[in-house]
């Protein structure tokens, strides 16, 4: 229809579609007013070297793919407005965070300086065609005057293949096996209870707790009613957590941990959420691309992110498929060597196991001590173990180390910090600034100069993992991006998986992603050619990223019917 590059996607006032073409300059070609329904029709007959412009990948994308349609490339307008708003290498950002309508919109900090909260929480987003092409505008004007506009335009890519991921695997789902499931849970909690009342196993468990406590009406799920029931006893717990009820020796104590252990199983992945996200043989969570500030993934629906190994067998293949399933061995420190270019930990990763490496290079004696010692490194851990460890590290990688100090130091002086490709770390928390400023004020608390201290290395903690995890975040996004382009090149096959939908029901298609791992469902026969790409793919990734620093992403990758591990 066009050679136009771009084409934005958008709605006017009548309600029915618009579609504006770009030049590769930006310039409009053509714009075509399309009605809702002739749009699956529009886009399966558009050039597929288009690049689909919108505000929102999770509004636009789901219909798209249950009319039996893929999009190739977009670019979403949601997600890299977040990251431009916030880049360092973004000269003048002012226009971006002027437009509060997409500010207010994109993720934004859940709250203190954390690396793992859930931090998406849009608003209604811009809709209208103007509005979503003037904040186009906004986004290329940001990146022709950014310092590397080459970094910041993989990132913008990266993040935005990572939403038509991310609404591709809900459409496919992971498959299910659900009588294996029911088999787990009866195993462990015996028959399906009542709605309202306890399996069984967990009933036994909660009479004897309640036996051991002398109170046959002690409230085991109310944490405040729990502590006061166990104060009672004699059990001086602060928490219910469990590193502190084991140091108390109590006849109540072992029934009340598994108690609880089966009640976590009961309410995160119980028959109501085998009914809920895993119905119709496939397991469909809600993936939320860049909903932690890292980068990385969070999931807003089915808890994707916190599967527990014991179900992992239920994760069965269809009849005549395979999973391919790929984890990437030590990813964060793999990706401190490289963006670090600190060729002696990359000699320690190359062709092995990164922590083996480390024990032959003599820094440390066992795998245990240069595990503890390299995450200690990364999440600032100054005590036991790791305090003891890390100057062994800083001598002998001091590239490496000196990156990760280097980070810390910036955040305790409340300095941001960036990714490889530019994702910024947020600001410091209002209380963080109270606290530093509060630190010199003659008239303050005599503890307020401990307070700020105790912040600030809170904060350099942050910051020093923040570069070192968003990056692999970056390289784990590049490795979904270029797999996916490589699968979509496998031919489809007769062997039918209906319930992934009509996109993916008859060919390879990436089924699950967990950070450093990935689940590739496939028909059998193309179990070798998968296996090859996802290798390739990975090897694509580092490359893209670090260009030839020689850096080794060593996977382990096994083909198999169910994701059960070894």
């Given amino acids: 229809m066009t050679d136009a590059r771009w084409r934005l996607v958008a709605h006017q006032a009548a309600g029915d579609t618009v579609l504006v073409d770009l030049d590769p300059a930006g310039a409009e070609q053509r714009r075509h007013v399309v009605a809702d329904a002739e749009l699956t029709r529009w886009v399966r007959e558009s050039s597929p070297g288009l690049r689909w412009v919108w505000n929102d990948t999770a509004a636009w994308y ?45 993720p934004a900090p859940a709250g203190g300086d954390a690396l793992f909260d ?33 970094r910041l335009r993989l990132l913008l890519a990266a993040e935005s293949a990572g939403a038509l991921l991310a609404a591709e695997l809900h459409a496919a789902g992971l498959p299910w096996h659900r009588p294996t499931h029911e088999a787990l849970l ?16 967990a009933q036994r468990l909660a009479d004897e707790v309640r036996a051991a406590l002398g109170d046959p009406h002690a409230s085991l799920d109310s944490q405040p009613k729990l502590l006061r029931a166990l104060h009672r006893a004699g059990i001086a717990a602060q928490t219910t957590n469990r590193w502190e009820l084991t140091q108390y ?5 072992p029934p009340l941990l598994a108690y609880k252990k089966l009640t976590r199983l009961l309410t995160a992945n119980g028959w109501t959420w085998l009914d809920e996200w895993a119905a119709a043989g496939r397991f469909r969570p809600v993936y939320v691309p860049g909903g932690v500030v890292t980068g990385r993934w969070a999931s807003s ?48 990763a190359r062709g092995t196991d990164l922590y083996a490496g480390i024990v032959a290079g003599g820094v440390v004696t066992t795998r245990q001590e240069a595990k503890i010692a390299v995450l200690g490194a990364m999440y600032g851990a100054t005590t036991g ?17 000196g990156l990760v100090d280097d980070a810390a130091r910036a955040g305790e002086r409340g300095e941001a910090v960036t990714t490889w490709l530019g994702r910024t770390s ?46 692999a975040a970056e390289w784990a996004l590049c490795w979904l991006a270029e797999l996916r382009t490589r699968l979509r090149t496998l031919p489809p096959t007769d062997s039918t998986a209906a319930a992934s939908g009509p996109v993916f029901g008859r060919r390879a298609h990436l089924a699950f992603f967990l950070h450093d791992e990935i689940i ?33 992403f060593a996977l382990d990758l096994r083909i198999s019917n169910d994701a059960a591990k070894s």
């Avoid at 997600?79 to 003048?92: F, N, P, R, W």
């Avoid at 020796?249 to 104590?253: L, Y």
């Avoid at 010199?440 to 105790?454: C, G, I, T, V, Y």
């Fill in 301 to 348: 629906g089915g808890g994707a992110l916190q599967l527990p190994r014991l179900l992992r067998p239920a994760v069965r293949a269809d009849p005549g498929w395979v999973f391919v399933v790929a984890d990437v061995a030590q990813l964060e420190p793999r990706v401190l060597a490289a963006m670090s270019r600190d060729t002696a930990l990359a000699n320690a």
């Fill in 118 to 150: 859930l931090v998406d929480d849009r608003e209604r987003l811009p809709d209208d065609i103007d509005e979503v092409q003037a904040e186009f505008d906004r986004q290329r004007r940001a990146l022709e005057s950014a310092t590397q506009p080459d």
């Fill in 385 to 401: 173990d790791s305090g003891r460890l890390v100057p062994a590290l800083r001598r002998a990688y001091p590239r490496a180390m």
């Fill in 426 to 471: 947020p600001g410091p928390s209002e209380r963080w600034r109270h606290l530093q400023a509060n630190a010199s004020d003659p008239e303050a608390p005599a503890n307020a100069a401990e307070a700020a201290r105790r912040s600030a290395r809170d904060r350099g903690r942050f910051t020093r993992n923040f570069v070192v995890q968003g990056t």
């Fill in 62 to 106: 789901p219909a798209l793919l249950a009319d039996g349609v893929e999009i190739e490339r977009c670019h979403d307008l949601r997600l890299s407005h977040a990251i431009l708003q916030l880049s360092t290498l973004v000269t003048d950002p002012a226009e971006l965070r002027a437009a509060t309508a997409w500010a207010a919109a994109a």
């Fill in 520 to 552: 590739v469902h496939c028909p059998e026969r193309d179990a070798d050619a998968v296996t090859e790409a996802v290798r390739d793919s990975a090897a694509a990734a580092g490359e893209l990223l670090f260009g030839g620093f020689p850096i080794d």
């Fill in 249 to 253: 020796d109590h006849p109540a104590i």
């Fill in 186 to 201: 009866e195993d462990l909690l015996g028959p399906r209870p009542a709605p309202g009342t306890l399996p069984r196993e």
